[in-house]
C-alpha cells in the first residue's frame, strides 16, 4: 500500500510527503520542475524508515497522470492514499484576465485533481480501500478579489470532492478536501508585503499557518481514525474572516 502527494517538492505537498513518512506509509512523491528539490524530500522521507520515490509527472498532462500510477504501483504497491496538492496561481482582476491565465490555474488545479483522481480509483475500487485528499482553500470557500481563476478552480475542486464522495462511498473510499488560508510557502511568499500585512490582520491567530498543520489534518484524513469521514471540506485557517 501507498501514498501519492502531488507537488510534493515544496511547500505543503513536501510537508504532507514527510508527515505520511512519519506515520509509516510508503511515500511517492511527485513535481513539475524541480526533481532535485522532490528528491531532497523522498529522502527525508525514507530517514523515516519507509519507501520514497520522488518523480516528475505534471498533473494536466493525462498519460502522465496514468503512467505515474503504474510506476508507483510497481515500485511501492497499489495506492490507497492520494493527496491531490499540486496548484498553482496567477492573479490579476478578472476585467483584464487573459483566458490563458484563466484555464491555466484551472487546468493544474482542477483538471489536474480529477485526472490523477481518475487514474488512481480503479485500484482504490480493487482493494475496497482508498482515501482522496484534495487541496482546496478558502478562495474557493469565500472568493477572493484578484483570485477569479484561482478561486473557480478551487471552488472546481469542492464540487469534485463531494460528488466523488458520493460515487465512491459505497466502495470504501472517501475523498475529503482540506481548505487552507494563508499558508507560509513560495505561493505566499511572493504576495506584496502590503497584502500579507493586510491578510495578518484578517487572521484570528495572527499569524500565517505552517505547511505542517496542513499536512496534520492530511495524515489523519488518510488514517482508520477518519473512516467515517467524508465528502467534507476542512478549513485551516488560524480564524480567518474572509
Ligand atoms: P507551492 O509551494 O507553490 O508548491 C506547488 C507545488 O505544486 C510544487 O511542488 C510544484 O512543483 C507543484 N506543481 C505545480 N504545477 C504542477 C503540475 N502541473 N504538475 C505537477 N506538480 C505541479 O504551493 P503550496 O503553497 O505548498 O500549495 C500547495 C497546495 O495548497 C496548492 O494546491 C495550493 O493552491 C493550496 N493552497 C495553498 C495555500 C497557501 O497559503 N500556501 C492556501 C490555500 C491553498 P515544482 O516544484 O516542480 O514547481
Redo the contacts with the bound molecule.
Keep these: 500500500m501507498s501514498a501519492i502527494v502531488?507537488?510534493?517538492?515544496?511547500?505543503?505537498?513536501?510537508a504532507t510527503a514527510l508527515a505520511l513518512a512519519e506515520a509509516g506509509h510508503d511515500v511517492a512523491l511527485?513535481?513539475?520542475?524541480?526533481?532535485a528539490?522532490?528528491e531532497a524530500v523522498a529522502q527525508a522521507c525514507r530517514t523515516k524508515g519507509v519507501k520514497a520515490l520522488a518523480l516528475?509527472?505534471?498533473?494536466?498532462d493525462e498519460q502522465a497522470c496514468t503512467e505515474l500510477i503504474g510506476q508507483v504501483t510497481e515500485k511501492l504497491g497499489p495506492v490507497t492514499i492520494l493527496v491531490n496538492?499540486?496548484?498553482?496561481?496567477q492573479d490579476g482582476l478578472a476585467m483584464r484576465m487573459k483566458l490563458e491565465q484563466f484555464e491555466s490555474v484551472v487546468k493544474?488545479?482542477l483538471t489536474?485533481s480529477f485526472l490523477m483522481t481518475r487514474a488512481v480509483l480503479p485500484a482504490m475500487v480493487k482493494a475496497r480501500r482508498g482515501r482522496v485528499i484534495n487541496?482546496?482553500?478558502?478562495?474557493g470557500l469565500h472568493g477572493n478579489a484578484g483570485q477569479a481563476n484561482?478561486s473557480a478552480a478551487?471552488a472546481g475542486i469542492i464540487g469534485l470532492t463531494k460528488s466523488l464522495a458520493k460515487e465512491m462511498a459505497g466502495r470504501q473510499i472517501t475523498v475529503n478536501a482540506i481548505?487552507?488560508?494563508?499558508?507560509?510557502?513560495?505561493?505566499?511568499q511572493k504576495l506584496p508585503e502590503k497584502l500579507r500585512e493586510q491578510a495578518k490582520a484578517n487572521i484570528g491567530l495572527g499569524r500565517?499557518?505552517k505547511?505542517e498543520d496542513?499536512a496534520a489534518l492530511a495524515v489523519f484524513l488518510a488514517s482508520d481514525q477518519a473512516s467515517y469521514i467524508t465528502g467534507q471540506v476542512i478549513e485551516v485557517s488560524g480564524g480567518l474572516r474572509l
Design positions: 502531488t507537488g510534493g517538492s515544496r511547500g505543503i505537498g513536501a511527485t513535481c513539475q520542475h524541480n526533481l528539490q522532490a516528475q509527472a505534471d498533473v494536466t496538492n499540486a496548484g498553482i496561481n493544474t488545479n489536474g487541496m482546496t482553500s478558502v478562495a484561482y478551487k481548505a487552507p488560508g494563508f499558508i507560509e510557502t513560495d505561493m505566499t500565517f499557518g505547511p496542513i
